[in-house]
């Protein structure tokens, strides 16, 4: 993590996402910016955040560690979503992992600045509400995918997941081969069913596999394959 002191940079955010304005002075004057690189753990479940993070750019990957060392993907986040908030307001440590998918950059507001100004502010408490009850649906939605799906549902998902709408025909590079271990983990199977389930999608022309990743090939299909329940 790197705290970014570059208060131009910052109000670009906040005119980007339309916060300008939006809350109280204090509260804004407590807003600085951060940075993760692309890998890196934002938290693990059981910290302490000092910490809530807005989302501003970049993705981010939520998951389950079970206790049997496994992980259970719950879904991702791009823009704006908050990381933090249920912590904050309930003073409970993480109960997830987050990681940045890629180069990720967030708005930040600290512990000890919730508690002097965010958590009087009517205008952000409004906003953090917002925020929990679309976390709440999108959870719900993760929930059943996990457990009532078939993998190929559940491949597909992650699939249109994962794919930005202006670089869905380009490599996703968190689909390198070398990753498909992890991967059956965090959708719940194991890599000798999830190595079937693409090759088959090779074989109906949904992907592509080619110089060790994989490359999508139909990307409407793989919506319509996922039955509109996605990891986002």
Same mark, same amino acid.
């Given at each position: 993590?790197?705290? &970014?002191?570059d208060?131009?940079?910052l109000?670009?955010?906040?005119d ?16 600085e910016? =951060?940075?993760?690189?692309?890998? %890196?753990?934002?938290?693990s479940s ?14 981010i990957? /939520?998951?389950?560690?079970?206790? @049997?060392? +496994?992980?259970?993907?719950i879904?991702?986040?791009? *823009?704006l ?6 912590e904050?307001?309930?003073?409970? *440590?993480a109960r ?19 508690a ?5 502010? *009517?205008?952000?408490?409004?906003? &953090?509400? +917002? ?12 929930s059943?995918? @996990?457990?009532?799906?078939?993998v190929?549902?559940? =491949? ?10 202006e ?5 996703? %590079?968190?689909?390198?081969?070398? +990753? ?7 959708l ?9 389930v693409?090759t ?6 949904? /992907? %592509?596999?080619k ?17 509109? @329940?996605?990891?986002?």
């Amino acid at each position: 993590m790197r705290k &970014i002191n570059d208060p131009d940079a910052l109000k670009r955010y906040m005119d980007a996402h339309r916060l300008s304005g939006l809350f109280d002075r204090k509260t804004e004057r407590a807003m600085e910016l =951060f940075s993760f690189d692309r890998g %890196e753990i934002i938290c693990s479940s059981g910290d302490q955040l000092m910490h809530l993070f807005l989302l501003v750019e970049g993705r981010i990957k /939520v998951y389950k560690v079970l206790p @049997n060392g +496994k992980s259970i993907l719950i879904r991702f986040y791009n *823009p704006l979503s908050t990381i933090g908030d249920l912590e904050m307001l309930s003073d409970i *440590p993480a109960r997830s992992t987050v990681e940045s998918v890629n180069e990720t950059c967030f708005i930040g507001i600290s512990r000890q600045a919730m508690a002097d100004t965010a958590n009087e502010d *009517p205008a952000f408490l409004r906003f &953090i509400v +917002k925020q929990l009850a679309n976390k709440l649906d999108t959870f719900s939605n993760a929930s059943s995918l @996990n457990l009532l799906y078939p993998v190929e549902t559940r =491949f597909a998902s992650y699939l249109v997941s994962i794919t930005s709408d202006e670089n869905g025909r380009e490599q996703i %590079e968190e689909l390198k081969t070398s +990753k498909l271990t992890e991967i059956a983990e965090l959708l719940g199977t194991s890599y000798r069913h999830l190595n079937r389930v693409i090759t088959q999608f090779a074989r109906d022309g949904l /992907v %592509e596999r080619k110089r060790g990743a994989l490359f999508i090939k139909d990307l409407d299909r793989l919506r319509a394959l996922s039955n509109g @329940n996605l990891y986002s």
